[in-house]
């Protein structure tokens, strides 16, 4: 009896055993290993995964295991992706110093900022530490120097410092101002703070002077623009050269030294005849003053012994040695008034070159092209050379450059605007080659000392206000000659021309000519006072049919005044109120500023 109870008792426990199921746990975890879920599931039940929790700067990729069913106890974790995000550096303008990838949360690790002269960095715009979205970071910065800036009256600066915070400036000398004395600087310049522009300020000296008297002028031009600064350099006065000689069919100027050296028949025929105005106007002798007759006009006509010009043309080539009469044919009869002789078309300067394309008839003339006209001229005032020894007298570096109204040199008279080589030089004269001619007819270049001194310049002067209404004022009075027939006259253009000259700029010879200058040449339908005040400065020239000026501004009653050589009145070169003169006649403008 006792066995069989135990038998039973064991029976029953393996019963019960047999049916107990067997339990494991499974155990899900999150990013930081904190438990998300626990279950408890025997092995014949499916495991069911938890939704995985949003972690800020994080993205949920996947579980580390995939299970379905266990039979052990198992631990799951949740894997994430950590947010990445771009940090740029960034300096002051804007310019990308450095790019960084930081995680989410991290700080990136900032370059050295740039080094800026009178400026300390004092650290970026963006707080670094734990980055959460994409950023970018400019470097700061703080001055450590104020920059101030000295300016002349006409706002020029003078000198430019960096000056520590409350310190102060140092002012410097304040220019010369001509007619002007310095007073004081507009601004305070002790214990800086920021960014400051200080002018110099002046008082007028109010002298008296003379409307003819060119510091008449000056004085009231410096109360508005530095009369002494440089309008254009000789870099720019040569890109001007350029194209005045580049528009021939314009300008009608020419660089002698690049024509060439060789012409047909039919060319040089075509520019003897282009001159054909011998019928247009009653022809006299040049002494006697009578009218010639026909048959008299028909040797002059015959002396550009046409017939004789070869098939093939040889250039020759010279430089002038005498004050020379460009005509429109070989003979010194006049034609029409011996004031105002059609015949004659400009007069050459000694020292300038021509290139010869043909003789007269009776060998006294020479039929040339100059840089800014062709014509015929008396055979005994050039001296003829080769190519090479023309092109070395013109391309001289070192010149002296005649800035009187004319000077004589040798014997011959040598007008404003002329130059020659320098060959040497002392403390009170220059050695310059002029051109002489000898019995043969050749270029002579002889040394000649000439005395320094207000007649020359060393080199062109330089192209200023106060230097354009110098050399103008020097003609200021001088008779009006039409053609420059005469030596000591000169017409409209030539007046101008030789202002120009100075300076080195070409100019072509006729007005026609002048206002058509591409780039700098203007039409205008009448101008006024006003106008002109506004938008033109003073040295522009402007022109009437057939006549050219120069506009000087204007004076001390507020009059728009203009400087001209004119045919009108006694015949000089004058001063007259644009008013006066008419602004409703002028047709063009040439702005050489």
């Excluded at 963006?126 to 300016?151: E, I, R, S, W």
């Excluded at 002396?303 to 005498?322: C, E, K, L, S, Y």
């Excluded at 062709?374 to 001296?383: A, P």
Aim: charge should be negative; charged fraction near 25%.
């Amino acid at each position: 009896m006792k066995y069989l109870k135990l038998f039973i008792c064991l029976g029953l426990l393996l019963l019960l055993t047999s049916c107990t199921k067997q339990e494991y746990e499974v155990k899900f975890l999150g990013l930081n290993d904190e438990v998300i879920d626990v279950l408890i599931v025997t092995e014949e039940d499916k495991v069911i995964y938890p939704a995985a929790p949003k972690v800020e700067g994080h993205t949920f990729i996947k579980w580390d295991q995939t299970v379905d069913y266990v039979t052990n106890n198992v631990t799951i974790k949740a894997l994430y992706e950590i947010h990445m995000f771009e940090v740029i550096f960034f300096d002051n303008e804007g310019q990308i110093i450095e790019k960084q990838t930081v995680n989410y949360g991290d700080s990136p690790n900032p370059p050295k900022a740039p080094t800026i002269e009178n400026y300390d960095f004092i650290g970026w715009d963006q707080d670094l530490t734990n980055v959460t979205k994409d950023l970018d970071v400019t470097a700061l910065y703080k001055k450590n120097a104020y920059m101030v800036t000295f300016v002349d009256m006409y706002g020029e600066i003078i000198e430019v410092q960096m000056v520590k915070p409350g310190d102060s400036a140092n002012p410097p000398k304040a220019p010369t101002v001509d007619y002007y004395t310095f007073d004081d600087w507009d601004q305070d310049y002790k214990e800086i703070n920021d960014d400051l522009t200080i002018k110099a300020q002046y008082i007028a000296n109010n002298e008296k002077y003379q409307k003819e008297n060119v510091n008449y002028w000056l004085q009231i031009l410096a109360s508005k623009y530095n009369i002494d600064k440089e309008l254009f350099t000789q870099e720019e006065i040569d890109n001007y050269n350029q194209i005045i000689t580049n528009s021939y069919s314009k300008t009608k100027v020419v660089d002698v030294k690049t024509l060439n050296q060789t012409l047909t028949k039919d060319e040089v025929k075509k520019l003897i005849e282009s001159y054909a105005n011998i019928s247009r106007y009653t022809v006299y002798h040049h002494e006697s003053k009578k009218q010639l007759s026909n048959d008299e006009i028909t040797t002059i006509l015959n002396n550009r012994a046409i017939d004789q010009i070869p098939d093939r043309v040889d250039v020759q080539f010279g430089i002038i040695t005498d004050f020379s009469l460009m005509r429109s044919y070989p003979t010194m009869h006049y034609s029409n008034d011996y004031d105002r002789d059609r015949f004659q078309e400009t007069s050459l300067n000694v020292g300038e070159a021509v290139a010869i394309y043909h003789t007269s008839g009776d060998g006294n003339w020479y039929f040339v092209q100059a840089e800014n006209y062709n014509g015929w001229i008396m055979k005994n005032t050039v001296g003829l050379c080769s190519y090479e020894v023309m092109n070395e007298f013109l391309t001289a570096k070192e010149r002296i450059v005649v800035i009187s109204d004319y000077v004589v040199l040798k014997g011959a008279f040598v007008r404003m605007g002329q130059s020659f080589p320098k060959i040497g030089e002392n403390t009170e004269s220059y050695d310059i080659n002029f051109p002489t001619r000898d019995n043969n007819g050749n270029l002579k270049l002889e040394k000649l000392s000439i005395n320094r001194g207000k007649d020359y310049s060393d080199g062109y002067l330089k192209y200023t206000y106060e230097n354009i209404f110098k050399q103008a004022f020097k003609l200021l009075g001088i008779d009006y000659s039409w053609g420059d027939k005469e030596k000591t006259g000169r017409d409209c253009s030539s007046t101008q021309n030789a202002v120009y000259k100075t300076f080195g700029f070409m100019m072509p010879r006729n007005t026609s000519n002048q206002l058509s200058i591409p780039s700098y040449g203007k039409t205008v339908n009448g101008v006024s006072s006003n106008h002109m005040k506004k938008n033109y400065a003073p040295g522009t020239l402007i022109f009437s049919s057939g006549h050219v000026m120069m506009y000087i501004g204007e004076d001390a009653d507020g009059l728009s005044y203009l400087f001209h050589n004119t045919s009108a009145g006694d015949g000089k070169c004058i001063l007259q109120p644009l008013d006066e003169y008419g602004g409703t006649r002028i047709i063009a403008t040439l702005k050489l500023q």
